[in-house]
């Protein structure tokens, strides 16, 4: 019998930055470190591009460079070297206004890596979030990513599920 492959997740340094130690009790230092900790336990693989290396190396706290340095140590980890969308870039500059347009561009990458690997996302940036869900209309291949913030009730439960296809998520 053959076993499931794992599941990749991207996971924004926006969390990395945030997550606590088992000593921390402000609420989103306990859930970004308890959304880390079941994408351990869930058996997932973080998915890592140069760019997000390169974000979780500059914002990450002490705990998510631990957990991150496990995770890569463990061989739970996929690199990516995700090729940019022009799809994606048209339905940006052409569905969002210049503010969205900058908070998409700003996170594009892990739209990219998610494209390239796994299709779900972890991210504290709900209007990320809510300009991918516009962009998704028209870029059919951004309709299958799922995206959780471990601030949003129920996301910590859908990791430790394994994040299965689930309509809560999902950007369209």
């Known amino acids: 019998m053959s076993r499931a492959k794992p599941k990749g997740i991207v996971i924004d340094a926006s969390i990395a930055r945030a997550a606590g130690t088992d000593a921390a009790t402000a609420t989103r230092a306990v859930l970004c470190r308890d959304c880390l900790m079941a994408v351990r336990d869930a058996g997932l693989l973080v998915v890592l591009s140069q760019a997000i290396k390169s974000e979780w190396k500059t914002h990450r706290s002490e705990y998510a460079r631990r957990w991150l340095t496990w995770m890569v140590g463990s061989r739970r980890f996929i690199l990516v ?92």
């Open 81 to 172: 070297s995700p090729e940019p969308n022009p799809a994606v870039d048209t339905a940006i500059r052409s569905l969002l206004t210049e503010t969205e347009r900058a908070a998409a561009e700003k996170d594009q990458h892990l739209i990219e890596a998610a494209v390239a690997a796994s299709q779900r996302v972890l991210s504290l940036d709900s209007t990320a979030r809510d300009c991918f869900s516009k962009v998704a209309m028209s870029a059919g291949e951004l309709r299958a990513i799922h995206w959780g913030n471990p601030e949003s009730v129920g996301c910590n439960e859908w990791v430790a599920d394994g994040t299965p296809d689930d309509s809560q998520w999902a950007l369209a």
